[in-house]
């Protein structure tokens, strides 16, 4: 998760042994230096932690930790971790330090125990103190997330940036391939991660049948808020009187390691002074450093190709959204405009419906009334001239119907053929055939009065 809009508090740095031994409460088989502090050296079998002496109690933090593993062979052991615990785990079985943790961890294992080739690894693992770790498939098992990253013998130090906001844990890591230090690649993610508010930072190293030198260069642990939120404060660092007390003992620690110095000086006084060809660049080593510089060049300008790339392709998913949505706005609006052509065509026919439906009522009234009692012949005219509006009104509506359904039909004219007859759409026809069915049937039903009416006189 890159972080860039929050606010980084810096609270805890360790750039040289002066820094790490205000900080820091143990070193436990550890061996410090002014530059670094090695947590195994390259010995089989050995065992090193490193722990913050205070709690830390932050809700959001980030912490970038920059180490170097080295060996002499091709595969090492076994490996490097990176803890954030409530409870410092000073020795242990896993990478130095203690089992049955509560809080987390991020491994960097360079041992393949699994044989299946894929070492060296990142994991994160969790743990809320109840978890045994298994060593035998490389915590594969249990890994909340992992990725694929070789981080030994590289020709720059390693830098992994470990960042917790919002419940959710980011590993990024810079490979070393390259000496700027904001060169990072993303290498794994936990959501809803839920972690101990306050704990202890600590990194932990192990060797066992093989061997590397697990160095730790500088620790920076940052604590990340939202802008305009009010920074943590200040009783929460350090007492100056403690400060004072980790300066008096650094300032003794110092005063020992130079005192170590001079007696290995006058007892070993023929290897006083750096030799003469170390201070040159042999060829061997100018070519190694050529081959690191050309592979370095290499992966920038993939790195380059990679974010032109990654802009075409998000210019072409823009363009395929707007296309997209262009298309479906114009169905939309064809399919709307057919719905509701659909819809007046329903309501017509439907008044169309009700029509014929007032005019069989009318008839039937009529023939009811010329059965029971014989009407006189001005109320018999009158009611057919009712019924012949009525039918006017309806072949009105329908042609109108027509012109509505078939706008674009309107100056379309049938092909004249001179054998055949004129044209005739189906729905001149159908308006044709009920409009002579009524009339016949009125006819009939007159036909009928008149008969009626005749014997009536005689």
Not at 73 to 91: E, I, K, N, S
Not at 94 to 123: Q, T
Not at 147 to 168: G, H, S, W
Not at 451 to 457: D, Q
């Amino acid at each position: 998760m890159e972080t860039p809009f929050l606010n980084k508090d810096e609270l805890l740095t360790l750039m040289t042994t002066a820094d790490i031994l205000l900080t820091l409460l143990l070193l436990l088989y550890a061996i410090p230096s002014a530059d670094q502090v090695r947590i195994t050296p390259s010995l089989r079998s050995q065992r090193g932690s490193v722990w913050t002496k205070n709690k830390v109690n932050f809700e959001h933090w980030e912490a970038e930790v920059t180490f170097r593993v080295s060996g002499r062979g091709r595969m090492g052991a076994d490996g490097l971790a990176v803890w954030f615990t409530t409870a410092q785990g000073l020795d242990g079985p896993v990478y130095g330090a203690a089992d049955h943790w509560n809080g987390v961890g991020v491994f960097f294992d360079s041992f393949d125990n699994d044989g299946k080739k894929n070492n060296p690894a990142i994991l994160i693992v969790g743990n809320n103190g109840n978890l045994i770790y298994d060593h035998q498939n490389d915590g594969s098992t249990q890994a909340l997330g992992t990725c694929l990253r070789d981080f030994r013998n590289k020709p720059y130090p390693v830098r992994a940036k470990i960042t917790y906001y919002k419940k959710t844990l980011t590993v990024m890591i810079n490979n070393g391939f390259t000496p700027d230090k904001e060169d990072y690649e993303f290498c794994a993610k936990v959501d809803n991660m839920v972690i101990p508010r306050e704990g202890f930072f600590g990194i932990s190293a192990a060797t066992g049948g093989l061997a590397d030198d697990h160095d730790v260069l500088s620790f920076l642990l940052f604590s990340l808020t939202e802008p305009g939120q009010q920074p943590p404060p200040p009783e929460s660092e350090i007492p100056k009187e403690e400060k004072d007390k980790y300066q008096e003992e650094f300032q003794n620690f110092q005063q020992e390691l130079d005192k170590k110095k001079e007696e290995f000086q006058k007892e070993h006084p023929d290897v006083q002074g750096e030799p003469i060809e170390d201070l040159y660049e042999s060829v061997n080593d100018r070519e190694i450093r050529q081959v690191f510089e050309g592979q370095n060049r290499i992966h920038l300008e993939i790195k380059q190709l990679h974010r032109q790339l990654a802009m075409i392709l998000d210019e072409q998913r823009r363009y395929v959204s707007v296309i997209t949505d262009e298309v479906s706005k114009k169905a939309t609006n064809q399919l709307s405009s057919v719905v509701a052509t659909q819809q007046e065509v329903l309501r017509n026919l439907n008044e169309l419906k009700n029509s014929f439906y007032d005019s069989l009522k009318q008839i039937s009234s009529i023939q009811h009334q010329g059965n029971t009692a014989g009407m006189g012949t001005y109320e018999t005219i009158q009611h057919f001239n009712d019924i012949k509006e009525h039918l006017h009104l309806v072949k009105r509506d329908m042609e109108h119907l027509v012109q509505k359904s078939n706008p674009a039909e309107k100056a379309v004219k049938c092909p004249e053929l001179p054998p055949m007859p004129s044209c005739l759409s189906t729905v001149h026809f159908a308006v044709f055939i009920v409009v002579q069915s009524v009339l016949f049937f009125c006819y009939v039903m007159y036909k009928s009065q008149q008969e009626a009416a005749a014997k009536k006189f005689f």
